[in-house]
């Protein structure tokens, strides 16, 4: 799964900010399970946040996403890029400043991304 190369990055931290703490209010007002956000400014090009969090079937994975996605167009005007959603065991929201990964428990453990993205300065991430 590829981020938009193309996608809209905010030049102002605060709407970065902003949209990171939509997302993880979305997410909590959806009863996400085991939400973390792992900080990417200064480490890494693609975004300044990077969320992941399960749900507990596809059916929930796929309304999270798609409530999300909503959220985030009626807030910003823009609609995020959204991948793998027919199948919503792994989707991937990219609204620019923020990465969403979504997941099933079992497809989270699979490909473990908070160990990959751990940078190796402490804790994968702050836990919401």
């Known amino acids: 799964m590829a981020t938009n190369p193309h996608a809209y990055r905010s030049s102002d931290p605060e709407g970065a900010e902003a ?3 939509l997302v993880l209010s979305s997410l909590d007002d959806d009863q996400a399970v085991d939400t973390i956000s792992i900080p990417l400014a200064g480490k890494s090009s693609i975004a300044d946040h990077m969320v992941i ?13 798609q409530k999300l996605a909503e959220r985030i167009k009626a807030e910003t005007g823009r609609g995020p890029r959204i991948e793998g959603l027919p199948t919503a065991d792994w ?37 919401h």
């Open 19 to 21: 949209l990171h703490q």
């Open 53 to 65: 969090a399960s749900g507990r079937s596809t059916r929930q994975v796929a309304s999270m996403a």
């Open 91 to 127: 989707v991937l929201i990219d609204a620019g400043d923020v990465i969403v990964h979504l997941f099933r428990p079992e497809v989270r453990t699979f490909y473990n991304l908070e160990r990959m993205w751990a940078f190796g300065d402490g804790p994968s991430g702050s836990s």
